[in-house]
């Protein structure tokens, strides 16, 4: 018997999610290529507006020529150094902060993005990770221990340089810190 082109087309379109799905760039060669990403934020400054329990408050958010960020504010996250080396793009140093195992890397999905989970392993859950859009290996995620950082929004008006539209901070998975971006990123 002999199938037809669509017949072969299908059988192909089929088997294509189990091949992919077995696919995971390995978790040092995703914190190289979001080093070579975090270059392109060298030099950028943005504002964003805070919200917290105890009221609002603005952000300036600075990354410095040598790729490290910067936050002036009266109202700083819980967390600052990782809200800080997440803004900058060194993925490198949050891996290292949260003890993520850089060797253990899963596909997941996150804010409409496909993004490769470094640290996180299927089989246990509940492990320090770090999520990394798939396509411009920048952060989008952080989990560890009762601290989650999101970056949301990377899609959008900001994406040029790479910075989130949004930034929330959960401690226990209630909400303690949030931002918002007020104006375009400039250098």
Do not use: C, N
């Amino acid at each position: 018997m002999r199938t037809t082109r669509p017949a072969a087309a299908l059988l192909a379109l089929s088997l294509l999610p189990a091949v992919a799905a077995g696919f995971v760039l390995p978790g040092p060669y995703v914190i190289k290529q979001a080093a070579k990403a975090a270059k392109a934020r060298r030099g950028v400054q943005a504002r964003y507006a805070i919200t917290t329990a105890h009221g609002a408050a603005e952000v300036a958010v600075r990354i410095d020529s040598g790729g490290i960020a910067h936050l002036d504010t009266r109202a700083p996250p819980p967390e600052p150094r990782l809200v800080a080396a997440l803004l900058a793009g060194d993925v490198a140093a949050v891996v290292a902060h949260i003890g993520a195992d850089a060797f253990a890397t899963t596909l997941q999905r996150f804010d409409h993005r496909i993004a490769i989970a470094i640290g996180d392993d299927v089989g246990r859950p509940g492990l320090p990770a770090v999520w990394v859009d798939r396509e411009r290996f920048v952060p989008l995620r952080v989990v560890a221990g009762e601290v989650e950082v999101r970056l949301l929004g990377i899609q959008g008006l900001a994406s040029s340089h790479g910075l989130p539209e949004r930034i929330e901070v959960r401690l226990r998975g209630a909400l303690a810190w949030a931002a918002r971006l007020v104006a375009p990123p400039k250098r």
